[in-house]
């Protein structure tokens, strides 16, 4: 499709694994985002991406939390040692420019995680 | 960050205009004003975005105050499917979207 698309969209882990969250953001987008939403929350920002820059990382909760993006396109956020305040929607962005030249962000469906 | 203030709620029947309001007061000069919707189990999506001028577009039309530290979001004729929590959002220096807790609109048959 030509959307935004995010695997796996419900994951369930054990407290205390490591998960890889992906996301194949629309082609050509330069930049890429990660956001994530607690039950009946806001979005929270995570990271973002924008063409060989380096990551603006200003949003990771803690140092479990990286993310990375090969060649441009694809991203993969990993939570390692998941704790149940992990539970929440993944959501991935990505826009054809960076916002600051008011650039429309295209999100995907999202990546439920349950940790158990 | 510009921070932008919402009401929690709104409600309006189906097929009557739907007017959103939002504060900005600490906007600044190269701001952008978006705004974007979550529908139900949804990921955002975009509805519209302006800087100075009022604009509009297929899904809504954006009023901004002359002195820019509000706006309105105007849903010309509210369907069932516009119920979701809307967003107003300042783009700041940064290239990022910081998103607040929004507007739910529910819209009554």
């Known amino acids: 499709g030509a959307g935004v698309s995010q695997s796996p969209s419900n994951k369930v882990t054990e407290k205390g694994k490591d998960v890889e969250l992906r996301c194949d953001p629309i082609?050509?987008?330069?930049?890429l985002y990660w956001y994530r939403q607690s039950l009946g929350q806001g979005l929270e920002f995570l990271i973002y991406?924008?063409?060989?820059?380096?990551?603006?990382k200003s949003g990771l909760p803690s140092d479990r939390f990286s993310a990375e993006r090969t060649g441009g396109s694809v991203s993969t956020l990993t939570i390692q040692r998941t704790q149940q305040e992990d539970s929440a929607v993944y959501l991935c962005?990505?826009?054809?420019?960076?916002?600051?030249?008011?650039?429309?962000?295209?999100f995907g469906e999202g990546s439920r995680l349950t940790v158990l | 960050d510009a921070k932008t203030t919402q009401p929690n709620s709104m409600e309006s029947n189906e097929e009557e205009p739907v007017h959103l309001p939002c504060n900005h007061s600490?906007?600044?000069?190269?701001?952008?004003i978006h705004w974007y919707r979550q529908l139900p189990s949804q990921g955002p999506e975009y509805v519209i975005h302006?800087?100075?001028s009022n604009v509009n577009n297929r899904m809504a039309s954006l009023a901004i105050a002359e002195d820019r530290k509000s706006s309105t979001l105007i849903l010309h004729r509210a369907t069932l499917r516009d119920a979701a929590v809307y967003y107003c959002?300042?783009?700041?220096?940064?290239?990022?979207?910081?998103f607040g807790t929004g507007t739910r609109l529910q819209v009554f048959p």
């Open positions: 962005a990505s826009s054809l420019r960076g916002l600051a030249m008011a650039g429309e962000l295209f």
């Open positions: 082609s050509g987008h330069t930049a």
């Open positions: 959002i300042l783009g700041h220096n940064t290239d990022k979207l910081i």
């Open positions: 302006g800087l100075t």
């Open positions: 600490t906007i600044s000069g190269t701001d952008y």
């Open positions: 991406f924008q063409g060989n820059s380096a990551p603006d």
